[in-house]
């Protein structure tokens, strides 16, 4: 329900912009990410996890583009294709929805060793190391089987979830805690959709630019540098935050054990305030990890990138690749 949400949102988009373009909503698919619900995502080990059935229908010319939440695409895209949009975010941060009894209460407030659910090994890490006295699970499904899970049995106490899908659902009135970049960094690309196309397909790519959000395509491409540099993924604990404001991009990205003991956060920031250029020619699809946004300056996206690199780079040279190799194994042991 929410990919059809969030695709429909794109669509209703693009239809403002081209009123005489016909826009089919061709295919519901279903993803190897959808279909293995009794194992943690952090264990199925696929790269492309909600993308490749997708990716597949694209490359076959049997759909000509595809909208996805941002999180869920790799920082390396398969060749042949392109995020050919970055729309406005919503909300990234994190939220928490309480079982119906413990309604009008925070996580502090829960009942020790209270049982808190969420399928993210990144929200996990930081939350068992503020609120030790609680107790972190599991859960899978979309959000509708979560919901579900949480207010019709007494396993969870509380679900931790995307306010940006809450907020499309039209569920914001679930929302019984706004978890702070301080409670909670989020995920990279967290609250963004990206419309992925065919990379040699210009009219498409043209067409779908004008959807681009600049402020998030250079937040997301900053991000998103993070943590190809750190070669993360979904089954190591990597969070950003990021600010853009007064043409100064701010960075934070952080990297945690399994139980959220052994962490590292850093903050740094770069100017990304440059003009537009006329960069017509063979420099026009220049791609930052994964984007093409023609329309956004590319010196101030080649900033953006740089910016995630350095700070992933000084991670790295603090001892972040022991933490997260460390958490790889413990996650794959158990």
């Known amino acids: 329900q929410l990919a059809r949400i969030q695709t429909d949102s794109v669509v209703e988009m693009l239809r403002e912009l081209y009123p005489d373009l016909r826009i089919e909503i061709a295919v519901a698919m279903s993803t190897t990410g959808d279909k293995i619900l009794d194992t943690a995502l952090s264990k199925i080990g696929e790269k492309s996890l909600f993308t490749k ?17 941002l999180k ?53 890490a930081q939350l068992k190391k503020k609120f030790p006295q609680l107790e972190f699970r599991d859960i899978r499904g979309n959000l509708n089987t979560r919901l579900k899970k949480l207010d019709e049995k007494e396993d969870f106490s509380a679900i931790i979830l995307a306010a940006a899908g809450l907020k499309r659902m039209g569920w914001e009135n679930r929302v019984g805690q706004l978890l702070s970049p301080e409670d909670c960094l989020y995920a990279v690309g967290q609250g963004a959709l990206a419309v992925e196309v065919r990379a040699k397909d210009q009219e498409i790519l043209n067409m779908v630019s004008a959807l681009h959000d600049a402020d998030t395509v250079l937040r997301c491409i900053a991000e998103r540098a993070f943590m190809k540099r750190l070669e993360g993924g979904c089954s190591v604990p990597v969070a950003v935050n990021t600010v853009l404001k007064d043409g100064q991009l701010y960075l934070t990205g952080a990297v945690y054990s399994l139980d959220g003991s052994d962490s590292l956060k850093e903050t740094m920031q770069t100017s990304v305030n440059y003009p537009q250029q006329n960069e017509d020619g063979p420099n026009d699809d220049v791609q930052h990890v994964g984007i093409t946004a023609k329309n956004v300056p590319g010196q101030a996206q080649e900033a953006a990138e740089n910016l995630g690199v350095e700070l992933a780079t000084l991670l790295l040279s603090k001892g972040a690749k022991h933490i997260l190799s460390v958490a790889r194994q413990l996650n794959d042991a158990q």
């Open 72 to 124: 869920d695409l790799p920082t390396s895209l398969p060749p042949g294709f392109t995020i050919g949009a970055v729309c406005k975010r919503e909300n990234p941060l994190d939220a928490v929805v309480f079982h119906p009894k413990n309604c009008g209460k925070t996580l502090s407030l829960l009942p020790e060793k209270s049982v808190i659910g969420t399928s993210s090994l990144r929200r996990a």
């Open 53 to 69: 059935e997708l990716e597949n229908a694209l490359e076959r010319n049997e759909v000509d583009l595809v909208v996805h939440s």
